[in-house]
């Protein structure tokens, strides 16, 4: 029993030393890469890794500042002109509301998410981290967006600093050339980062730096607001809470799935939420759980919690005895970094198969890519969610049809012949095909409108999905119309639940118990046997 707990605890140091190595650039350069510098990166990585992993349950899970967060967090900065202290309470709600949605169903909604959606913010979140860190490779100051980040670059081309743009292909150089068995062991970054240091201050080259690294540790303040500033800047607060969250939950179904685990989403979030809380409070930068250091912490041999406790004391260690260090590291040595993340978070495994993907699942990709890079990364998430939406809605309609069967009823047929050509069928069958719901149910309303002139309808809705609210408003409306043409309706429901549904929302109260029937045959007889009464 001993030697198992030794060797669980060994797997999880090893995994914990294994992450803090990837986190200590990734930190790094997202603080600079936000504004807010260094420094709050990597106070902000140690804080919420260690917070999150003592109330956040079992899982292994290493959190801190990672692209998506970063990119969120540089583009509100970028909106309140560099407000950090705007930015530290917004943080600070953002963390409430994480704890807040632990207590609703969006944990266990976000699997619902379209990959497309998902997809296309990837690719544009690691597109903007290659396009912002291009002016910083060649030794020039970066920038808040892509489109400024673009027109900066063709100005900064007569500009460059060959110093800073030939350590930074070094950089590149190594991050992409060492072998993936080799940099499950020593993380490339870390060794680019060692190296590219190393390089700029035995030659003494001529670049942008860190510089300035305070070692004392942060102290702890609520920072300030009032009843104004919660209401104005809480959109903000409520795009961070989000982007956190879903990146920890989808974070944890990668986590999950390598350990065989089921983790509690709930109460992760609660981690993730205070653990975001005391960020702000100490003015450092918030983030979520970090796909990429779990896996590596993971793949290293950790199976507990013990490793995202260890990765940060290490981080700290690092903090306090190489502050000297970490002040000499170059930003184009970050810069390169970064674009390395950058083209890790791209979709490449999508891409292979992209001339293959459905027309409507690229349209989604593309409409959230595009808004993502050029626009506005939460408006980008929301339309590609609500395209998404639309299309299915789209689909499901174009799959619900009304199909019509013609009665061949000797009686009916000699009666048809003495009544007016537009009252030709008397009794029709409609069968409602697929799913009724807000999608189908506006198609419907229409399509009803060609049945006029039909003395007893025959509505049949064999399925067994229940009718979303949109669809009972419409089947009430289709009621309502085909009564004022003196058509009488019966409806055949052969499922407990969806006739129960109607009960309670009385529409079978509108259309008369008697005309409700569990099989098409007894609903035609029925109809048949009034139509001779009439």
């Known amino acids: 029993m001993k030697i198992n707990n030794l060797k669980v605890l060994f797997g999880d140091f090893l995994g914990g030393l294994n992450a803090s190595i990837i986190a200590l650039p990734q930190a790094l350069a997202f603080g600079v890469a936000t504004g807010v510098g260094a420094l709050a990166g990597l106070w902000g990585a140690i804080i919420l890794c260690f917070i999150s992993a003592i109330i ?53 909604v976000i699997k619902y998410i379209p990959y497309p959606v998902i997809s296309g913010f990837l690719n544009g979140i690691g597109i903007i981290i290659i396009i912002m860190q291009l002016n910083p490779l060649i030794g020039c100051p970066i920038m808040s ?35 993936k068995k080799f940099n499950k062991i020593i993380p490339s970054q870390a060794i680019a980062l060692v190296i590219g240091t190393f390089i700029s201050i035995k030659l003494g080259l001529n670049v942008e730096k860190i510089s300035h690294i305070s070692v004392s540790l942060p102290s702890l303040s609520i920072p300030e607001y009032n009843l104004h500033d919660i209401i104005t800047y809480m959109h903000y607060a409520i795009i961070f809470a989000i982007v956190f969250s879903a990146e920890s939950l989808l974070t944890v179904l990668v986590s999950d799935s390598l350990t065989k685990n089921k983790t509690s989403l709930k109460r992760m979030l609660i981690g993730q939420g ?31 919690k013990i490793s995202a406790i260890i990765s940060p004391i290490i981080l700290i ?9 970490v002040a000499e590291i170059p930003l184009p040595v970050l ?21 293959y993907a459905p027309k409507d699942d690229l349209y989604v990709l593309w409409l959230v890519f595009i808004l993502t890079v050029f626009y506005n990364l939460i408006v980008a998430v929301g339309a590609g969610i609500t395209g998404a939406a639309v299309l299915y809605a789209k689909k499901m309609a174009d799959n619900t049809k009304l199909v019509h069967k013609t009665l061949q009823d000797e009686k009916i047929i000699e009666l048809e012949k003495n009544i007016d050509k537009t009252y030709k069928h008397k009794i029709r069958i409609v069968h409602i095909d697929g799913q009724f719901f807000f999608g189908s149910a506006t198609q419907l309303v229409s399509q009803f409108e060609e049945l006029w002139g039909t003395k007893y309808l025959i509505l049949d809705y064999s399925s067994g999905a229940l009718l979303d609210i949109s669809a009972i408003f419409a ?51 029925k109809a048949k046997s009034s139509l001779n009464k009439d």
């Open 335 to 355: 810069a390169a970094i970064l674009i390395k993340i950058g083209y890790d978070i791209i979709d490449v495994k999508l891409l292979k198969v992209l001339r």
């Open 317 to 325: 260690i690092l903090l306090f005895k190489l502050s000297g260090f």
């Open 145 to 179: 967006n892509t489109i400024t980040s673009i027109s900066a670059l063709f100005k900064n081309i007569n500009s460059i600093n060959y110093d800073a743009f030939c350590l930074g292909l070094l950089t590149l150089l190594i991050v992409f050339a060492v072998p």
């Open 274 to 304: 205070v653990g975001n809380m005391f960020c702000a409070m100490t003015g450092s930068l918030p983030g979520s759980a970090a796909t990429m250091r779990t896996v590596a912490a993971i793949n290293s041999g950790a199976t507990t």
């Open 56 to 108: 956040g349950g079992r899982a292994p899970l290493i959190s801190g500042i990672t692209g998506p967060v970063a990119i969120v967090v540089a583009s509100v900065m970028h909106a309140l002109n560099f407000d950090i202290p705007s930015v530290l309470m917004i943080i600070l709600l953002a963390g409430v509301i994480q704890v807040l949605l632990s207590l609703t169903a969006f944990p266990s």
């Open 475 to 525: 089947l009430e409306d289709i009621i309502i119309r085909l009564q004022s043409q003196d058509i009488k309706i019966f409806m055949v429901i052969d499922n407990q639940d969806v006739l129960k549904q109607l009960k309670e929302h009385n529409i079978i109260s509108q259309i008369g118990e008697d005309c409700i029937f569990f099989s098409e045959i007894e609903a035609i007889e």
